[in-house]
């Protein structure tokens, strides 16, 4: 499985941005998607998932601002960032868990996102 992200970029604060990651894949599975983000000097730390089914998972940070949904026939996921904060700067990476005899995750190259004051 390999993941391709886009849609990063410089943006205001208070503004929005919409992330896409399509995965390319073979027989595998895919089963949640979603993003992590990494500030620097900072971890990896989750913000959003879906499962396959729809349910979503947030990080509180951003629940209420940013949006996660998934097409499953054209094997994307989305992020639409609305609101958006300096604190919201980081790179953005997309993330799968996919299934085929066993589970295994994969994480895209990830994606700049800087928000301005």
Known sequence: VQLQASGGGLVQAGGSLRLSCAASRSKERLNDMGWYRQ???????????????GSTNYADSVKG??????????????????????EDTAIYFCYTNAWWGSSRDYWGQGTQVTVSS
């Open 39 to 53: 500030a620097p000097g900072k971890q990896r730390d989750l913000v959003a998932t879906i499962s396959r089914s």
């Open 65 to 86: 601002r940013f949006i996660v949904s998934r097409d499953n026939v054209k094997n994307t996921v989305y992020l639409q960032m609305n609101s958006l904060k300096p």
